[in-house]
């Protein structure tokens, strides 16, 4: 709006794509619609930017999708991962998403990204027959 303001009072495009920081095209596109539409036309309208790959009913089959296990899916894991979720993606919704993307997905239907910790029998003293003194102590019982 001040843009427009300004152009009424002689300054030039030139002068104010360095003072507004954006480029000649988009100010003299911004006037077009102001001396079109008035007002309205330099309000922002629905339907701009980029769309969704998947819809907002899809969203809410996929998040009951990851409070199931994979293995209802026929994935050969317990454990869901990026790669796997993007796999779940493609084959079942027909969307091709990027490994970050992904990410951004699971952060926007409220999960979080957690690392599992593996476990390994052989760290478990209790099933090695081992305690903490005859560890340190060097003798067995």
């Known amino acids: 709006m001040y843009a427009i303001i300004?152009?009424?009072?002689?300054?030039?495009?030139?002068?104010?794509?360095?003072?507004?920081?954006v480029t000649h095209k988009q100010i003299c596109n911004r006037a077009d619609r102001f001396d079109a539409e008035d007002i309205d036309g330099l309000?922002?309208?629905?339907?701009?930017?980029?769309h969704p790959?998947?819809?907002?009913?899809?969203?809410?089959?996929l998040k009951t999708d990851l409070s199931k296990s994979p293995e209802t899916f026929g994935y050969n894991t317990a454990n869901r991962s990026g790669p796997l979720l993007k796999k779940h993606l493609e084959t079942v919704y027909g969307t091709v998403y990027q490994q970050a993307a992904v990410y951004v997905l699971l952060c926007k239907l409220?999960?979080?990204?957690?690392r599992s910790r593996g476990k390994y029998p052989e760290r478990d003293e209790a099933k090695r027959g081992l305690t903490?003194?005859?560890l340190c102590l060097g003798i067995e019982l």
């Open 110 to 114: 409220g999960f979080s990204i957690q």
């Open 53 to 61: 790959y998947i819809t907002s009913e899809q969203k809410e089959q």
């Open 6 to 21: 300004q152009l009424t009072r002689g300054y030039s495009t030139r002068k104010l794509e360095d003072f507004y920081r």
């Open 132 to 134: 903490c003194k005859t």
């Open 43 to 50: 309000r922002m309208k629905p339907g701009r930017g980029r």
